[in-house]
């Protein structure tokens, strides 16, 4: 069974960080062989893709609304994703998903899902 396995929401002030975490378990391929990202569900908007790193190569991808304060990251020996998160603004204020896509450049149409975890910004 595929696990995924999120980490380190919280709340934060406007302008502050956070980084999320996102453990990976089950796969029947290598960690490395996925596209993993993450999506997010806004109060009143429909679930968004927010990042994504390739499984073809180390390419990055992010959303308009957080490119520039968004990192991602996977470290393969832990099996894990990470969304390192700058200069937060009220409006990221949503649950954020892990995901988890086999062979695809981008995770577009997730495979895998996290359960989510909360990401509260205040003013």
């Known amino acids: 069974e595929v696990q995924l396995v999120e980490s380190g929401g919280g709340l934060v002030q406007a302008g502050g960080s956070l980084t999320l975490s996102c453990v990976a378990s089950?796969?029947?391929?290598?960690?490395?062989?996925?596209?993993v990202g993450w999506f997010r569900q806004v109060p009143g908007k429909e679930r968004e893709a927010v990042a994504s790193?390739?499984?073809?190569?180390?390419?990055?991808n992010y959303s308009d609304s957080v490119r520039g304060r968004f990192t991602v990251s996977r470290d393969s020996a832990k099996n894990t994703t990470y969304l390192q998160m700058n200069n937060l603004k009220l409006e990221d204020t949503g649950t954020y998903f892990c995901?988890?896509?086999?062979?695809?450049?981008?995770?577009?149409?997730?495979?895998?899902w996290g359960q989510g975890t909360q990401v509260t910004v205040s003013s």
């Open positions: 995901v988890a896509e086999y062979a695809a450049l981008w995770v577009t149409m997730p495979q895998y």
């Open positions: 089950g796969f029947t391929a290598e960690f490395d062989d996925y596209a």
């Open positions: 790193m390739s499984s073809t190569d180390p390419s990055e």
